[in-house]
Nanobody, 121 residues
Framework: QVQLVESGGGLVQAGGSLRLSCAASGSIVSIDTMGWYRRAPGKQRELVATITIGGSTNYADSVKGRLTISRDNAKNTVTLQMNSLRPEDTAVYYC???????????????WGQGTQVTVSS
């Protein structure tokens, strides 16, 4: 079994900062991409940022320059440092991992349960 456990959400004023963390645990052979998605009220889930095992990153245009993703491959963790937060960043943030489990030759997507981020104006 694989678990993705997020932490670090909360309430912050516009212009403030938050740091989200996610740890993947369980029977894991290797993790390719890790990242964060979010779902705002009344909207579809959207990509925030991803990072590959080699360190290549991809960001949504709306967060470039404000949010920074990083990972620790040895600990199977991914972190999202969020600065200069805006009310439109309010959403449930989901940790994502594309990983391979023992006894398989393919990678699968796994998701955390989500953590709420609320930015007040």
């Amino acid at each position: 079994q694989v678990q993705l456990v997020e932490s670090g959400g909360g309430l912050v004023q516009a212009g403030g900062s938050l740091r989200l963390s996610c740890a993947a645990s369980g029977s894991i052979v290797s993790i390719d991409t890790m990242g964060w998605y979010r779902r705002a009220p009344g909207k579809q889930r959207e990509l925030v940022a991803t990072i590959t095992i080699g360190g290549s990153t991809n960001y949504a245009d709306s967060v470039k320059g404000r949010l920074t993703i990083s990972r620790d491959n040895a600990k199977n963790t991914v972190t999202l440092q969020m600065n200069s937060l805006r009310p439109e960043d309010t959403a449930v943030y989901y940790c994502y991992s594309n990983l391979r489990r023992p006894g398989t030759s393919f990678y699968q997507d796994y998701w955390g349960q989500g953590t709420q981020v609320t930015v007040s104006s």
